[in-house]
């Protein structure tokens, strides 16, 4: 008889685990969730070597010269990306400044089609940031020395130089 209300009570025992695991899985089979989620950082890189060189002409004795042109190609996943452009100098004008030992000559970045030197260019000026547009860029970048106005008039013969930085925020 002992061993009989023994059995039953280890039957009892297993029959309510398995009613038990049984709730437990209906109750969990649809009603947890978990999360799913990244960040996708801002980001923008230039997309090929970067700008060339650029080499402008002037001449002092008629104030007249040629720009010269460069592409600066990016490739940007914000919202709102720019570039901003500094030298040495760093006037805080529209004005860079390229050095022949003790000489100075003017000279301006531009964007646009122009490329004359003229602040009428669309000038870029040191620390302003220019826009970008998300996806694919191609910002022409223009250098010319500053004519009229008589600013570089007094420049004297010399290889003149200058090293521009670019920086592109996301």
Same mark, same amino acid.
């Given at each position: 008889m002992?061993?009989?209300n +023994?059995?039953?009570?280890a039957?009892?025992? #297993?029959?309510?685990?398995?009613l038990?695991?049984?709730?437990?899985?209906g109750?969990?089979?649809?009603g947890?969730?978990?999360?799913?989620s990244?960040? *996708?950082?801002?980001s923008?890189?230039v997309?090929d070597?970067? !700008?060339?060189?650029?080499?402008?002409?002037?001449d !002092?004795?008629?104030d007249?010269?040629t720009?010269?042109?460069? #592409?600066?190609?990016?490739?940007?996943?914000g919202?709102? %990306?720019?570039?901003?452009?500094?030298d040495?100098?760093?006037?805080?004008t529209?004005?860079?400044?390229?050095?022949?030992?003790?000489n100075? +000559? =003017?000279?301006? &970045?531009?964007t646009?089609?122009?490329?004359?030197? *003229?602040?009428?260019?669309n %000038?870029i000026?040191?620390?302003?940031?220019?826009?970008l547009q998300p996806?694919?860029?191609?910002?022409? *970048?223009?250098?010319?020395v &500053?004519?009229?106005?008589?600013?570089?008039?007094s420049? #004297?013969a010399?290889? =003149?130089s200058?090293? #521009?930085?670019?920086? *592109?925020?996301?």
């Open positions: 002992k061993f009989a +023994l059995a039953r009570t039957i009892s025992l #297993v029959a309510g685990a398995s038990f695991a049984a709730v437990s899985a109750a969990n089979a649809g947890n969730t978990f999360n799913v990244t960040t *996708i950082a801002s923008c890189s997309t070597s970067g !700008p060339a060189d650029l080499t402008p002409t002037y !002092p004795t008629t007249s010269g720009g010269s042109e460069t #592409v600066l190609n990016t490739d940007c996943n919202t709102t %990306p720019s570039v901003t452009f500094t040495p100098e760093d006037l805080g529209n004005d860079f400044v390229m050095a022949s030992g003790a100075i +000559l =003017y000279f301006q &970045i531009s646009g089609a122009s490329c004359t030197g *003229i602040p009428g260019d %000038p000026y040191e620390h302003n940031p220019v826009s996806g694919p860029n191609a910002l022409d *970048i223009c250098a010319a &500053i004519t009229g106005g008589g600013v570089n008039t420049a #004297v010399g290889s =003149y200058d090293t #521009v930085t670019y920086s *592109i925020a996301p």
